[in-house]
């Protein structure tokens, strides 16, 4: 693989240590009536594998690879979409209780 | 390989890094929620647009290969996009919980097929440390697709009760140094360049352990499941994107690896048990001999009786369950609050951190009906208050309010907290039926002297006490 950036060993290391952190901090503080989405949202954002699953796809050499990376990008894009839309469909309803001037917006 | 395409995918994939990061940051507060998963969105949204731009550099033995590639790339990516968002649009509120779990699954297959190709791909050199990260990313991802897949099952209705066998962690910890084996001899012993026959009984072992894995664990444990799997997923996404050479892929993943697990760990904890509790004791094994005999008969109350009472009443706490869900039945039941606090008797909704099938579900739902966040207390606020409440009405909740969690140290969900609502002057229960809960056991609060059971579909329920209410009003 000839990217433009290598991120081997300590590097690598580096940047696990501190995404681990972040995600300890977001979830740290965060109300039980929230846990719901929050579930939901995270499994959203793994749905980012849908783009390694394309770059195995567009690099397959052969028949098997091509159908493993189908699946694969089948797969991660179910995860992604539908991650999303059941995120929106419950945050939705975390609207401030005035729907009047909301609806008069409309 | 040209390198502008490149540069463009780099900063595409910094973009998302941060609008993932910053949309989690937004969601984790009520106020902001609503946008932090449409800034997630547009991440996502840059860096799949961005992937296409992989068509300019892939490798020499692809090229013949990339316009068929192209082309299974957009249809993969246009199927399960919109077959996800059409089933995700469609699903019902109470559905939620497998529904994610189904995603998570998905995500977690997508990662263990990112190792697959990796260790298909003959004509790769392969060094060890990238070599043991795409197996225990492949190992991981695999038990995360099976695993939530049966977790999805049983939350759906499709796989009932659950399924042990004598000496069952025997077996999975056998299966597991089994597959891990294998694992270790395709790095150390083939170097990655293992035939594909060896890779596929890899996966095959690695999806039957998360089968096995998941199989033994009752429904009321699944949303910890759930979650564990959602970490599970994470981590296999953080390794695979390591493999990849993906930065995205590596912060998105591990990023929700770690947020996954404390979120684990706080599930657990609000069920009073700990995660490998919940993984390796078989909850409910204990069966029905252990349990006691329990004393006292069940009392039948009238929905219109009921309601008059708690007209008169000067406090009353609900304490909602998944079975009020499942006869959507909170719009009535809001309905029926509304009178009463115009009546003037003080209402509030009690919530079990485990109330509906994951914690803040019932809030979710709740939620939907219109139901203000003052009056919706959590069970530490709240439990001491039932001592001073006139009526405690259950609907469609069981096992959190089964008071042998306080007391019957042979009953499986001994040591869980519960509502207290046996501690309020009188209890209904509305409940369809004499079943049990999802954990199987029985519940004596419903023989206790002070409760009276309203049989019923959970909304006709509603409906009798909304009209023997306004009946009331109207005869004066």
């Not at chain 1, 590097?11 to 929050?38: C, D, K, Q, S």
């Not at chain 2, 999975?172 to 009984?201: D, K, R, W």
Request: hydrophobic share 50%; proline share 3%; charged share 15%.
């Amino acid at each position: 693989m000839d990217l433009t950036t290598t991120l081997t060993g300590f590097v690598a290391l580096y940047i696990f240590m501190l995404a681990a952190f972040t995600g300890y901090e977001i979830i740290g503080r965060v109300p039980a009536i929230l846990h719901t989405p929050l579930m939901s949202g995270s499994n959203f954002v793994h749905g980012i594998v849908v783009v390694g699953a394309m770059y195995a796809l567009l690099n397959a050499t052969s028949t098997v690879e091509q159908v493993i990376g189908f699946i694969g990008v089948l797969l991660g894009a179910g995860n992604a979409a539908g991650g999303y839309v059941v995120t929106e469909r419950m945050l939705e309803m975390f609207k401030p209780s005035d729907k009047k001037s909301d609806n008069a917006k409309k | 390989m040209n390198l502008q395409p490149q540069l463009i995918i780099d900063a595409s994939y910094f973009a998302a890094a941060f609008l993932f990061i910053y949309g989690l940051k937004r969601m984790s507060s009520p106020v902001t929620a609503r946008s932090g998963i449409v800034v997630a969105g547009v991440g996502m949204l840059v860096a799949t647009l961005a992937s296409f731009l992989y068509v300019f550099g892939v490798n020499e033995a692809a090229q013949p290969h990339l316009t068929t590639n192209i082309i299974l790339a957009a249809t993969a990516l246009g199927v399960g996009t919109l077959w996800a968002w059409w089933s995700g649009k469609r699903v019902a509120m109470t559905a939620m919980p497998q529904m994610v779990a189904l995603y998570n699954g998905m995500g977690g297959g997508a990662a263990a097929a990112i190792a697959a190709v990796e260790l298909l791909r003959t004509s790769a050199t392969h060094t060890t440390i990238p070599l043991i990260v795409t197996i225990v990313g492949a190992l991981i991802g695999s038990v995360s697709l099976s695993g939530s897949l049966i977790a999805w099952a049983k939350l759906d209705g499709k796989i009932n009760g659950t399924w042990r066998v004598k000496g069952q962690q025997v077996i999975n910890g056998a299966l597991f140094l089994l597959t891990l084996g294998l694992g270790l001899f395709i790095v150390f012993a083939e170097h990655g360049h293992a035939s594909p026959q060896v890779v596929a009984v890899f996966f095959g072992l690695a999806l039957i352990f998360g089968v096995l894995m998941t199989m033994p664990i009752g429904g009321a444990d699944m949303p910890v499941v759930i979650s564990l799997y959602n970490a599970f997923t994470g981590l296999a996404v953080g390794f695979e994107g390591y493999v990849l050479q993906n930065p995205a892929l590596m912060i998105a993943g591990m990023v929700v690896g770690s947020a996954g697990t404390l979120l684990t760990l706080l599930m657990a904890k609000a069920m009073n048990r700990s995660v490998s509790n919940v993984i390796f004791s078989n909850f409910g094994a204990t069966g029905d001999e252990s349990q006691g005999e329990i004393k006292g008969t069940m009392k039948a109350a009238e929905a219109g009786d009921a309601a008059v009472n708690m007209r008169y009443a000067s406090k009353v706490i609900f304490a909602p369950g998944y079975g009020l869900a499942v006869a959507q039945a909170q719009h009535k039941l809001f309905e029926f609050v509304k009178l009463l606090t115009d009546a003037g008797v003080e209402v509030k909704f009690a919530i079990h951190p485990v109330a509906g099938r994951m914690p803040g579900h019932m809030n979710v739902l709740l939620a939907e009906a219109g139901v203000p966040y003052d009056m919706i207390y959590d069970l530490e606020d709240i439990n001491e208050e039932f001592k001073e409440a006139d009526v405690a009405v259950v609907i469609g909740a069981n096992d959190t309010v089964n008071p042998a969690a306080r007391t019957n140290k042979s009953s499986p969900i001994y040591g869980m907290p519960i509502l207290n609502v046996d501690q309020a002057r009188q209890v209904y229960v509305i409940k369809r039926g004499q079943g049990k809960g999802y954990s199987g056991v029985e519940n004596e609060l419903f023989f206790a002297d002070n409760t009276s059971m309203v049989y019923g579909d959970a909304q006709k329920v509603m409906v009798a006490m909304i009209q023997a209410v306004k009946q009331l009003e109207g005869g004066h």
